[in-house]
């Protein structure tokens, strides 16, 4: 069943339960007011035969035409002895209860109530008469339910009409308000089946469907961009796998042609294939990290800057034996130390690729921002711009080791922390390195 026909339905269901609600409501004001009215043409009828103001019947017969002025065709009349005998009646014979009886013998309160004769049900009076007895005044109540039921005929005519028409204007208004989500249910299903993320959807209005179309507009991009961003990693990581795995199969071939090698070669030819295992194990560590990294922001709480950076050149002298030379003052930010560490790491070991064995690195901590020193041949301004770009390598550096992954790695992390990367040069003659957080305190 279709959202339309859904709507359809909920607006007759509303429309004629309202339609129901109201008209029953004016069903029993209209019995009730019918029924009142009755009630006080029996109260004003035995008035005026109780007052004189008209006479009582004479005898009791069935003869309308000869019971005297009180027989009339509206009402019924009929007389009572102080003993609750019938006297005379106008018409037809009126039940006698007990409350009757008691009405006739001692003076009380009037008494009405709906009585059957004949299979007809009349609205009956007894009122206590001055003289002694009592009188009786019934009417008919056919024509009152036939006005009563009248009514309820029409009210179910009207409900029936409106909920026949609140479905079909509710058809209306659910085929013009669920356009913009049929289209978007469209492209839905196009991306399900042929998985392209760049079909548009059309927006329309600022309501709560416009802004579902637009946030899967949005979707669409990231999810567009993600492919796009995969789909390049794939290439650049086939293209980067491709140099180390063919260097070390030029190896492992040259020494199966060459089973007498002399050690020395065999051990300089084993040293290669390590190297290149080790770039290889690098790599794939990098492309694992890239392929992997959640989207979400990592927690970012208050952060001592210098420490995470003293650990991690603490770290890196003992893993390289390098020596560097740390200048920090106290800061800072907020940031996930584990996040900075790496990041920081990676500055690191960018700049032990790059700078002499000889050469020192310096490292410099200041007003949230880390900044990386090495002593190598440095970055040209216009290759500024691309160094933190995936895989990016200049065509000088092709032959050195390294992945091209390290320093994108590190703008992801700065990125995530809401700072910015910076590449200068550096008071070592080389390049200068680093990032810039906001700063919570110093």
Request: proline fraction near 3%.
């Amino acid at each position: 069943m279709s959202l339309g026909f859904r709507l359809a339905i909920v607006f007759a269901i509303v429309t004629a339960s309202t339609a129901v609600l109201v008209g029953a409501a004016s069903f029993v004001t209209t019995d009730r007011q019918v029924v009142n009215e009755v009630d006080q043409f029996l109260r004003e009828r035995a008035d005026e035969i109780g007052d004189g103001r008209r006479s009582q019947p004479r005898n009791r017969r069935d003869d309308r035409d000869d019971a005297g002025s009180a027989t009339n065709a509206d009402a019924e009349v009929q007389i009572l002895n102080d003993e609750g005998d019938i006297v005379s009646t106008s018409g037809i014979a009126l039940p006698v209860d007990d409350i009757d009886r008691e009405l006739a013998d001692d003076n009380g309160r009037a008494v009405l109530r709906t009585i059957e004769v004949g299979g007809v049900d009349y609205r009956l009076i007894t009122d206590h008469l001055s003289g002694g007895g009592a009188v009786q005044v019934a009417r008919n109540l056919e024509e009152s339910k036939g006005l009563v039921t009248n009514v309820q005929t029409r009210i179910l005519y009207i409900a029936g009409l409106l909920a026949a028409l609140s479905a079909v204007v509710g058809w209306i208004i659910a085929q013009r308000t669920t356009r913009p989500l049929r289209l978007l249910t469209d492209a839905v299903d196009e991306v399900a089946e042929t998985r392209n993320f760049t079909v548009p959807v059309p927006v329309s209005g600022r309501d709560e469907v416009g802004r579902l179309a637009r946030g899967f507009n949005r979707m669409l991009t990231a999810l567009n961009q993600s492919q796009e961003q995969q789909k390049r990693l794939v290439q650049d990581a086939a293209h980067e796998l491709r140099t180390p795995l063919t260097s070390i199969t030029a190896n492992v071939e040259w020494m199966m042609r060459a089973p007498d090698l002399d050690t020395p070669s065999q051990q300089e030819v084993l040293g290669s294939v390590r190297r290149e295992l080790g770039e290889l194990n690098e790599l794939m560590s990098e492309i694992i990290e890239l392929a992997t990294e959640s989207h979400e922001p990592p927690e970012l709480v208050e952060t001592d800057l210098v420490a995470v950076t003293t650990a991690s050149v603490e770290s890196f002298e003992q893993r390289t034996g390098r020596t560097v030379q740390l200048d920090w003052t106290p800061c800072v930010v907020l940031g996930d130390a584990e996040s900075l560490s790496r990041a920081i790491a990676n500055l690191l070991n960018n700049a032990h690729k790059y700078s002499p064995v000889e050469s020192g690195i310096g490292v410099r901590v200041r007003h949230g921002a880390v900044m990386v020193d090495d002593a190598g041949t440095g970055i040209p301004v216009a290759d500024r711009d691309r160094v933190f770009d995936r895989f990016f390598r200049r065509d000088d550096d092709r032959s050195k080791p390294g992945s091209g992954l390290g320093l994108s790695i590190v703008a992801s992390i700065v990125d995530q922390h809401g700072g910015q990367v910076v590449v200068d040069d550096s008071a070592l003659g080389g390049a200068r390195v680093g990032f810039r957080l906001p700063v919570v305190s110093q």
